[in-house]
């Protein structure tokens, strides 16, 4: 604040520029309406940036999904897309937000959105879910058929040393928690599937198959941890740690040898 009151030269002209753009839209009117770009750049960005973009941008594409421009919010994550302009209710999207108990998605993970911020996430998907270069972007995806967001929300079909009992959302935890402990992405372990692609075009993943090494080989390894706690370590008296995969892979896909420090007397050797 105290920045602006050094440059009052700035303040005018930013706010000539302003009052240039905004045309004959009185002060009382500043606020952007829901269906505006404006409303986009204004309300929505800064609420992305402040809670989804740590984990969806290019650094962490958490999901397979970028939220830090419109192009990409409009591409949808690994499961297809997450907004149905105009209607919230089946926008992937805002179901996670809104964290409804049982959801089969709950962002972001740790906590939840201000009652505000959700609510206007919400009156902009309602009022279309407009975004600076849309026409361009995204025809191809309304010109054709309506977009359906489906999240695989099915049962898990596949597992194969997980509890088959396990609900979608339970192993979606589970999966979280590996790509955590191992610093991968789900694509790591899982194929996309060329025959399914979403509305917009991006191919889905395909979580059943097993064509990926790394899904076979994270088999072996839960088996080995299960057997390691259950066959040794819980026959330790006072072990109070379990194994788990961010013992050995701590945040690597392939662990990292340990090298021990070299000695530097000669004694050490002998024996
Ligand atoms: C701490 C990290 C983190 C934050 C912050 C976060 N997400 Fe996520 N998000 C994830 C992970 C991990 C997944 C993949 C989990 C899955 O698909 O089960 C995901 C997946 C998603 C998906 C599903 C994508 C797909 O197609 O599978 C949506 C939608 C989503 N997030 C929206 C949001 C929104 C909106 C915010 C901010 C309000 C947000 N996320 C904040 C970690 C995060
Ligand atoms: C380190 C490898 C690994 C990573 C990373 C991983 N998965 Fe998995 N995933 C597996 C394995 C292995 C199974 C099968 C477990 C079994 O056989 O019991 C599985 C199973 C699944 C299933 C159940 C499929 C079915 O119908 O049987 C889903 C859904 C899934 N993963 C989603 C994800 C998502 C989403 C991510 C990213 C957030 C992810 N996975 C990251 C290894 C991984
Ligand atoms: C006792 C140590 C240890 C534990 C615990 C462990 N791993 Fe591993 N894991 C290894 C080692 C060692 C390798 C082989 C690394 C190599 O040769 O590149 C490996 C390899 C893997 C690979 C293949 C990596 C690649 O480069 O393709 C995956 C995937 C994997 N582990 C997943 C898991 C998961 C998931 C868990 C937890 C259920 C787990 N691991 C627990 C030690 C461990």
Redesign the pocket.
């Known amino acids: 604040m105290n920045r602006f009151l050094l440059y009052p030269g700035a303040v005018l002209a930013a706010a000539l520029i302003w009052a240039a753009s905004a045309g004959t839209v009185s002060a009382a009117d500043s606020q952007p309406a829901p269906d505006t770009v404006e409303f986009y750049n204004q309300r929505i960005v800064p609420i992305l940036k402040n809670n989804c973009t740590e984990c969806h941008d290019a650094s962490k594409i958490k999901g397979g999904l970028r939220m830090d421009t419109y192009a990409f919010l409009r591409m949808g994550g690994d499961d297809g897309d997450i907004l149905t302009p105009g209607d919230p209710d089946n926008s992937p999207m805002i179901q996670a937000v809104r964290a409804t108990e049982g959801a089969d998605l709950v962002m972001p993970p740790k906590y939840t959105l201000a009652q505000a911020d959700i609510d206007t996430l919400v009156a902009w998907v309602r009022a279309g879910a407009h975004g600076p270069g849309e026409d361009t972007q995204i025809q191809t995806a309304s010109a054709t058929t309506p977009p359906a967001p489906q999240r695989t929300a099915a049962p898990p079909t596949n597992l194969k040393v997980l509890p088959k009992e396990l609900t979608n959302a339970q192993v979606r935890q589970i999966m979280d928690e590996?790509s955590d402990?191992?610093g991968?992405d789900c694509n790591?372990?899982h194929v996309q599937d060329p025959s399914k692609v979403s509305a917009s075009g991006k191919p889905l993943m395909d979580y059943v198959s097993d064509s990926k090494?790394?899904?076979t080989?994270?088999r072996?390894?839960?088996r080995?941890?299960e057997n390691?706690n259950k066959s040794y370590l819980e026959t330790v008296p006072n072990s109070g740690l379990p194994?788990?995969?961010?013992?050995?892979?701590r945040g690597h896909?392939?662990?990292e040898p340990f090298i021990p420090p070299v000695h530097t007397t000669t004694q050490s050797a002998a024996n």
């Open positions: 590996w402990a191992l991968a790591n372990c090494q790394e899904k080989i994270t072996v390894m839960v080995m941890v390691v194994v788990s995969c961010g013992t050995c892979h896909l392939g662990p």
